[in-house]
Nanobody, 129 residues
Framework: QVHLAESGGGSVEAGGSLTLSCAAS????????MGWFRQAPGKEREGVAA????????FYGDDVQGRFTISQNKTKNIIFLTMNTLKPEDTAMYYC??????????????????????RGQGTQVTVSS
């Protein structure tokens, strides 16, 4: 079983930056991709970013492309989400996710149940205007 522990959320003014971290522990043998999805109050879940843990390929949602960067420390099983030029509409609970394939992290909106191996407890990001 995979356990995910997130950190790094907080409050920031529009235009600012935050970096989220997620450490994976336990049996990660089935995890081929890690990433983040978010959910704001009253809105659907939305895939944000994902990274293939084997070949470092990265994927981004349209709303964050060019502003967010996902990276990983393979040795320590940690991923990072660096968020720049934050906007009030980025305000949401951000969840770390482990998946068998990266496209599944972007399917969180479409499926009633999460198509993931595991997700973290979430960390709040609040962007004020």
């Amino acid at each position: 079983q995979v356990h995910l522990a997130e950190s790094g959320g907080g409050s920031v003014e529009a235009g600012g930056s935050l970096t989220l971290s997620c450490a994976a522990s336990g049996d990660t043998s089935s995890t081929k991709c890690m990433g983040w999805f978010r959910q704001a109050p009253g809105k659907e879940r939305e895939g944000v970013a994902a990274i293939n843990t084997g070949d470092d390929r990265t994927f981004y949602g349209d709303d964050v492309q060019g502003r967010f960067t996902i990276s990983q420390n393979k040795t320590k099983n940690i991923i990072f989400l660096t968020m720049n030029t934050l906007k009030p509409e980025d305000t949401a609970m951000y969840y770390c996710a482990a998946a068998g394939a990266c496209f599944k992290i972007f399917q969180v909106k479409a499926t009633p149940s999460l198509p993931l191996i595991e997700r973290g407890q979430g960390t709040q990001v609040t962007v004020s205007s």
